[in-house]
């Protein structure tokens, strides 16, 4: 048993470590969060110059590996920075997607450009009443002879307002919630009939609603098999969910080293915070769920890596979710508390970070769904 | 021993609900239902109304004004306010400051400030915490030196909530830094137009400057601001939270909050075809919740009925600010919850009357993860949970 990290590993680590030092100090965010596209394209260019973008693809797909304790190791460090860059949307679910299902020629099409940061990419999977469910998906196809006429509305698109190709999910056949008849789309995000409304989230990404209004797509736009495509979606989507996992674990890390260094320097009663017991324990009590969120994502990270089956790999993603939403909960609100008022102010990056890792427990599955995931499989 | 209310209650019920019916503004009735900010005119213009009716002020004395009502009376009084949504007027006049005068001011004081408190042609703000002086408060470091007939006043306070509105602050200054420092404190009134006051905003994480800090330079105040004595601020700052307690655990809130997401689940979809309230862990939560607030409801109908047979509220007001901000904070992890990926989108404009635009998720949806972060608060202020935990270790088992 080895649990250290490959000497590719720590280069990838310490890149990422030196690049969120020199450019993503929390004002350098702020600022690029409150930039018009929500994201820096001259740090995009760059994520894919140290070739950060190859990480999520295979070799033979010309990436990195694909290995998740890879991703893994790059998430955590970017979750330390709450770094924006829609690293997940474009790069993990979207090329993920097309890695996995795309023809020979949408793949020579599309890898290439995500590899060298040159495409943006946004995937809509949810809708109004889908919830987290994959096979909810009422968005309809219909034929029109070599073409494909896309009707419905997505919520929830990560990225989609930069994106400029969209992903879609649709049925072709069957009835919501079956499992069956669920077909991709890739498509221009410009395409006649696509009606995109950005927003900022809560945590300082962006997201679209998107409306598909009669979009006319021609059959090459299919990707992957028609009607066949759940597999595939939801192994990408494991992978996004085990990304910000990973993510949460770097800004829970984050988040207990703030609050122990601030009630090392914050005085009251004549001593600092750090001096009472009863604040003491619950400093404990964040570690140690910081230190079992850190546990099962290295778990599953590491059964994603190996070969195991896929509904083993998704039980041990469901797994990681679900802990590391308990361990939201509790050092999220308890950084806060511990910090007392200042940290519900805008001006300290403790209040971001509980934003953030607050969203990632909703995004591609919250705790409930994913302990209910875990029991069925 | 009898739980329910009597008949002259019940009717005082039935009267509390007809009037708050037919005179709760439509306008601030829509903007509270639609998550739109209240304006400092929609607080004016609803407390005015109440100010007429009489029931602005249910904590005071009947001849400053008070309604002379019970205990159970401004229970019920509180519960039907949360039914309509209608905004209780904004505490530091009535609920804070009003008391502390009506107690310890004298007579020009009273006649100078109460019935403008009453009338809310003041609004008034609190000048309590500082930078290095939140849950030790009495550690606090403005300072308010004699000049004759003034003090001189030099410091910063921090959480003021909504000072931009604020025509007054009381403060807490220190005005004798050789003695206990609980014994050098003095309550003051300060005209917020006095020179040398400069307010700076704090945004908070939901993107609301619901609160400032507020700094004084060499800020002159009239010795005749002071309320009673020179060094006894600290004193009457502790009377003023027992009046700070009534309806502290805000059960009726939380269980009109409660009921209203009985009823979004039951038409929130579960994503599988069914709804929300079926699915078994949710509602398991909900009952839960539920439940906890049927237990607090009882142990404030116990404190209640204790002050109404004249006993003094005791330290049981620390448990009703305990559980009934933890409760309040795990209802909003449930609204958030069931608008999952909805509770998400930070579009604030378009929760603005004149919004032209494509809503984003469901009326009940947006703005819950807001509501979470923001009310991360309510285990904070008025004397964080640790605080109170302190009091209850002390003053009740003796630790």
């Known amino acids: 048993m080895d649990f250290s990290f490959s000497e590719e590993q720590q280069m990838l680590q310490e890149s990422v470590q030196k690049f969120v030092q020199r450019h993503y100090s929390f004002e350098a965010r702020r600022a690029i969060v409150a930039s018009e596209a929500g994201y820096s394209p001259q740090h995009w260019d760059l994520f894919a110059e140290l070739g950060w973008l190859m990480v999520p693809f295979r070799e033979e797909d010309g990436g990195f590996g694909a290995r998740a304790t890879d991703l893994m190791v790059l998430m955590e460090a970017f979750g330390h920075a709450m770094v924006v860059e829609p690293f997940i949307p474009t790069a993990v679910l979207g090329g993920g997607l097309i890695a996995a299902l795309g023809s020979a020629a949408q793949k020579d099409a599309m890898l290439?450009?995500?590899?060298?940061?040159?495409?943006?990419?946004?995937?809509?999977?949810?809708?109004?009443?889908?919830?987290?469910?994959?096979?909810?998906?009422?968005?309809?196809?219909?034929?029109?002879?070599?073409?494909?006429?896309?009707?419905?509305?997505?919520?929830?698109?990560?990225?989609?307002?930069?994106?400029?190709?969209?992903?879609?999910?649709?049925?072709?056949?069957?009835?919501?919630?079956?499992?069956?008849?669920?077909?991709?789309?890739?498509?221009?995000?410009?395409?006649?009939?696509v009606h995109r409304y950005g927003y900022p989230t809560v945590d300082g990404h962006r997201a679209a609603q998107i409306r598909l209004d009669g979009v006319k797509v021609p059959a090459s736009a299919l990707l992957g098999p028609v009607g066949g495509c759940l597999p595939a979606l939801e192994q990408a989507v494991d992978r996004a969910a085990l990304c910000l996992s990973a993510e949460a674990v770097g800004a829970m890390d984050a988040l207990l080293q703030k609050t122990v260094e601030y009630s090392k320097t914050r005085k009251q009663f004549g001593a600092p915070l750090s001096a009472f017991q009863a604040l003491q324990h619950r400093m404990a009590n964040m570690f140690i769920e910081c230190q079992l969120a850190r546990s099962i994502v290295l778990m599953a990270a590491m059964k994603l890596d190996s070969d195991i089956g896929a509904a083993e790999k998704a039980k041990a993603v469901s797994a990681a979710k679900s802990r590391v939403g308990r361990a939201i909960r509790l050092?999220?609100?308890?950084?806060?508390?511990?910090?007392?008022?200042?940290?519900?102010?805008?001006?300290?990056?403790?209040?971001?970070?509980?934003?953030?890792?607050?969203?990632?427990?909703?995004?591609?599955?919250?705790?409930?769904?994913?302990?209910?995931?875990?029991?069925s499989l | 021993m009898n739980p329910s209310f009597t008949?002259?209650?019940?009717?005082?019920?039935?009267?509390?609900?007809?009037?708050?019916?037919?005179?709760?503004?439509?306008?601030?009735?829509?903007?509270?239902?639609?998550?739109?900010?209240?304006?400092?005119?929609?607080?004016?213009?609803?407390?005015?109304?109440?100010?007429?009716?009489?029931?602005?002020?249910p904590n005071w004395p009947v001849?400053?004004?008070?309604?002379?009502?019970?205990?159970?009376?401004?229970?019920?009084?509180?519960?039907?306010?949360?039914?309509?949504?209608?905004?209780?007027?904004?505490?530091?006049?009535?609920?804070m400051v009003g008391p502390v005068i009506f107690t310890y001011g004298n007579e020009e004081?009273?006649?100078?400030?109460?019935?403008?408190?009453?009338?809310?042609?003041?609004?008034?703000?609190?000048?309590?915490?500082?930078?290095?002086?939140?849950?030790?408060?009495?550690?606090?470091?403005?300072?308010?030196?004699?000049?004759?007939?003034?003090?001189?006043?030099?410091?910063?306070?921090?959480?003021?909530?909504?000072?931009?509105?604020?025509?007054?602050?009381?403060?807490?200054?220190?005005?004798?830094?050789?003695?206990?420092?609980?014994?050098?404190?003095?309550?003051?009134?300060?005209?917020?137009?006095?020179?040398?006051?400069?307010?700076?905003?704090?945004?908070?994480?939901?993107?609301?400057?619901?609160?400032?800090?507020?700094?004084?330079?060499?800020?002159?105040?009239?010795?005749?601001?002071?309320?009673?004595?020179?060094?006894?601020?600290?004193?009457?700052?502790?009377?003023?939270?027992?009046?700070?307690?009534?309806?502290?655990?805000?059960?009726?809130?939380?269980?009109?909050?409660?009921?209203?997401?009985?009823?979004?689940?039951?038409?929130?979809?579960?994503?599988?075809?069914?709804?929300?309230?079926?699915?078994?862990?949710?509602?398991?939560?909900?009952?839960?919740?539920?439940?906890q607030c049927l237990a607090l409801e009882y142990a404030e109908l116990r404190a209640l009925a204790a002050v109404s047979v004249g006993k003094a509220p005791g330290p049981e007001s620390s448990i009703l600010k305990i559980v009934g901000s933890e409760l309040a904070q795990s209802i909003d992890t449930l609204y958030m919850e069931m608008a999952a990926l909805q509770s998400l989108p930070y579009v604030p404009e378009q929760f603005a009357v004149d919004f032209g635009g494509e809503v984003i998720g469901q009326d009940a949806a947006a703005a819950t993860a807001l509501t979470y972060f923001n009310n991360r608060k309510a285990s904070i202020y008025g004397g964080s949970n640790e605080i109170q935990k302190n009091i209850i270790c002390k003053a009740v088992l003796g630790l």
């Not at chain 1, 999977?125 to 070599?146: D, I, M, P």
């Not at chain 1, 499992?179 to 789309?185: D, H, N, P, R, V």
């Not at chain 2, 400053?64 to 009502?69: E, N, P, Q, R, V």
């Open chain 2, 63 to 95: 001849e400053y004004g008070g309604t002379g009502w019970t205990a159970v009376q401004k229970y019920i009084f509180a519960e039907e306010m949360a039914r309509i949504g209608a905004p209780e007027p904004v505490a530091f006049g009535v609920k």
């Open chain 2, 109 to 291: 004081q009273k006649q100078r400030f109460l019935p403008d408190i009453l009338e809310s042609n003041v609004w008034w703000c609190q000048g309590y915490s500082e930078p290095n002086a939140g849950s030790d408060l009495a550690s606090l470091k403005t300072t308010a030196v004699r000049d004759g007939d003034h003090y001189i006043v030099n410091g910063t306070k921090t959480w003021n909530t909504l000072g931009q509105h604020a025509d007054w602050i009381f403060c807490l200054v220190r005005t004798d830094s050789r003695v206990k420092k609980q014994e050098g404190i003095s309550f003051l009134l300060i005209d917020m137009k006095t020179p040398g006051i400069r307010l700076s905003p704090i945004y908070l994480i939901d993107g609301t400057p619901e609160v400032n800090e507020v700094h004084f330079d060499n800020v002159r105040v009239p010795v005749a601001n002071r309320i009673g004595e020179e060094n006894q601020g600290w004193t009457y700052a502790k009377v003023l939270l027992t009046h700070e307690r009534t309806n502290i655990a805000g059960v009726p809130r939380s269980k009109v909050r409660l009921e209203k997401l009985c009823a979004l689940a039951a038409r929130t979809p579960d994503g599988q075809g069914g709804v929300l309230l079926d699915e078994p862990v949710f509602r398991n939560r909900l009952a839960e919740a539920q439940i």
């Open chain 1, 112 to 193: 290439g450009k995500i590899m060298e940061g040159s495409v943006q990419i946004a995937a809509g999977l949810y809708e109004e009443g889908s919830r987290f469910n994959l096979t909810n998906v009422q968005t309809r196809v219909q034929s029109r002879g070599e073409d494909y006429v896309l009707d419905g509305s997505k919520i929830l698109v990560l990225n989609g307002s930069n994106a400029d190709q969209l992903l879609v999910s649709a049925r072709t056949a069957g009835e919501p919630c079956d499992a069956e008849g669920i077909s991709l789309f890739l498509i221009d995000a410009n395409s006649a009939g």
């Open chain 1, 331 to 375: 050092v999220g609100q308890e950084a806060v508390q511990l910090h007392g008022g200042i940290g519900i102010t805008d001006e300290l990056d403790v209040g971001h970070l509980f934003k953030r890792i607050t969203a990632i427990e909703t995004l591609f599955g919250n705790t409930d769904f994913h302990t209910r995931r875990f029991a």
């Open chain 2, 7 to 57: 008949d002259e209650e019940r009717q005082f019920q039935q009267q509390a609900r007809e009037f708050l019916t037919a005179e709760f503004p439509a306008d601030i009735r829509h903007k509270v239902e639609q998550r739109i900010p209240l304006e400092k005119d929609d607080y004016v213009r609803w407390q005015k109304i109440l100010f007429r009716k009489g029931w602005v002020a």
